[in-house]
């Protein structure tokens, strides 16, 4: 077949190392949206390329010039992790190539290149939510704990300037290392300070350990309760984390207890194609991303290049999984609700059970 009648998506993700969750749900939520859809679009055959970048932002780069020069991609997608997607923002700029993050949530990345559109969430977007319900509810002095990188201080900053806002106390803010993080002398460290609650942001793949150890200290017991973005009762694990994580209030995009029913759709179909495995909010920024590009060859039929894919891309308004969504034209960054909700057990199994709702949130670190 000629080169002009395919399409070529790469895909660039986590498949092993600290993030392979990461790569593992996207992977999947890709394959299944492909499955659903097709591969003929637009008169193109659509084809995915998939690489592993280890989450190493030097190893992502290379792996998107070589993609770029040599296979000649129409679309760059994916980045498990901030660096990746800020390691390989310059190649979309240079190439002209859209750039779908489809993990990473720092809200700057959309400003590192014209070419990025993200189809997953900020972290300013999923803090202020919790920094509003938390004094409300109790909860007035916090010491925060995040990983020690662009997610994690945006979500510190967000947080922090909201809870003072509404009245509240950050008394410490803590960071741990992205990698191999150990979170034990933290902990200790909080519970000597002993706040009304602990918010918390790890990468998705981290929180269990985050819960673990925080019951193992019985900081629950000695009244401190455990709050944070929803990456801490990640989907992926949340069902293993047992009973201690019953109660736990987060604020995030995305929860496969979602109650519409196309998640319902979404959540059986991608349980089905993979042994019995919940999407997470991962999986659903993939899945999304895939809809965002595929809209777009239909738009453009593969004509004008990447800068007619891109503008295709702006502005999309859909229905995904997680709710109404949208890309902002101007800022190419999702603007989407942001859900409150806490760890129930439903069916016998452990789920984030939305109890409310903040509709249409911008990025509020694109006002800055
Ligand atoms: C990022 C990675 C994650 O796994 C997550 O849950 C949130 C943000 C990031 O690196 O941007």
Redesign the pocket.
Known sequence: MAQSNTFKIGLILPMTGQ?AT?GRQIEAAAKLYMAQNGDMIGGKKVELIIKDDTSIPDVTKRLAQELVVNDKVNVLAGMG??PSALATAAIATQSKTPLVVM????SSITEASPYVVRTSFTLPQASVALADWAPKNGIKKVVTLVSDY??GIDAEKFFKERMLFNGGQITESLRVPLRNPDFAPFLQKVRDLKPDALFVFV??GAGAAVMKQFLERGMDKAGIKLIGTG?VTDDDQLNDMGDGALGVVTSHHYSAAHPSPLNKKFVDAFQKANKGLRPNFMAVGGYDGMRVIYEALKVTKGNGGGDALLAAMKGQIFESPRGPMFIDAQTRDVVQNIYLRKVERKDGQLYNIEFDVIKDVKDPGKAR
């Open positions: 993030q990461t992790i901030t993990a990473a949530a720092t662009g997610p990468p998705s990456d």
